[in-house]
């Protein structure tokens, strides 16, 4: 018998059967791991096990190749929180689905359950479109396909970075990009900073950026599209009443 506990995050419920669920969890230890939660179908245990929620779960299979059974133990209801807010609510259910179907199945990414958390965290505040923008930011570099932010491409110098190459993933500075402005992606200057407030038409411009890269780096190579809730959050925030920075 294979018998480990972690914390974990939850991405997805599924119903399977009358009574029982299929939960996708975002582990600390154990990446991105499915398991049976039985009884997970009932009304108590879909309060629990709504996307974005945190819990604490034991996970128990004869054989490590086996699906496996959850038992889980609430530790923060973050999907509650948000349900009067549809617009962090597509924030939430956009960083889950996109987890869920970027990442390969029981390969420990601790730096992205921290990204995760740490983007749950932020969508309390005012500020987390920003935030939500560096954290696909984050993920492209975590599954090998991070940008060059650092320097222009063409130049090496690091000022008035205005865009990046959808080939090479790297900066090209304003005045080194000009003539090929039409073929490149345009870089919102908040990118460059962990901390910097990027305006409604900045974070739309970062998730055409990010969406790009994922699209072409990831989902191609997965024989799909950006996962729907991710494109609802894109049309969302790009509306002029999305004003929220």
């Given at each position: 018998?294979?018998?480990?506990?972690?914390?974990?995050?939850?991405?997805?419920?599924?119903?399977?059967?009358?009574?029982?669920?299929?939960?996708?969890?975002?582990?600390?230890?154990?990446?991105?791991?499915?398991?049976?939660?039985?009884?997970?179908?009932?009304?108590?245990?879909?309060?629990?096990?709504?996307?974005?929620?945190?819990?604490?779960?034991?996970?128990?299979?004869?054989?490590?190749?086996?699906?496996?059974?959850?038992?889980?133990?609430?530790?923060?209801?973050?999907?509650?929180?948000?349900?009067?807010?549809?617009?962090?609510?597509?924030?939430?259910?956009?960083?889950?689905?996109v987890t869920e179907a970027t990442l390969p199945e029981r390969e420990p990414h601790p730096r992205v359950y921290d990204g995760l958390a740490g983007l749950l965290a932020a969508l309390a505040g005012d500020h987390w479109p920003s935030a939500y923008v560096r954290w696909e930011l984050s993920l492209l570099s975590e599954l090998g396909f991070g940008l060059d932010l650092s320097a222009c491409a063409a130049t090496g110098r690091n000022d008035q970075l205005a865009y990046v190459s959808p080939k090479?993933?790297?900066?090209?500075?304003?005045?080194?990009?000009?003539?090929?402005?039409?073929?490149?992606?345009?870089?919102?200057?908040?990118?460059?900073?962990?901390?910097?407030?990027?305006?409604?038409?900045?974070?739309?411009?970062?998730?055409?950026?990010?969406?790009?890269?994922?699209?072409?780096?990831?989902?191609?190579?997965?024989?799909?599209?950006?996962?729907?809730?991710?494109?609802?959050?894109?049309?969302?925030?790009?509306?002029?009443?999305?004003?929220?920075?």
């Open positions: 018998m294979i018998d480990w506990t972690d914390d974990g995050i939850v991405l997805a419920a599924r119903k399977h059967g009358e009574t029982s669920a299929i939960v996708t969890l975002m582990t600390r230890a154990h990446g991105r791991h499915l398991g049976l939660v039985r009884g997970g179908a009932g009304r108590r245990a879909r309060g629990m096990l709504q996307p974005g929620n945190r819990v604490h779960a034991r996970w128990r299979a004869r054989l490590s190749e086996h699906l496996g059974t959850y038992s889980c133990e609430m530790t923060e209801a973050v999907a509650a929180t948000l349900l009067k807010d549809r617009l962090r609510l597509a924030g939430l259910s956009a960083a889950c689905a090479s993933g790297r900066a090209v500075s304003l005045a080194a990009g000009e003539p090929y402005r039409r073929r490149l992606l345009e870089l919102p200057g908040f990118m460059l900073s962990e901390t910097a407030v990027g305006s409604p038409g900045d974070v739309a411009l970062g998730l055409k950026l990010t969406g790009y890269f994922l699209e072409s780096s990831v989902f191609q190579h997965l024989e799909r599209g950006l996962p729907p809730a991710r494109n609802r959050l894109a049309q969302r925030l790009g509306k002029p009443e999305a004003a929220t920075p």
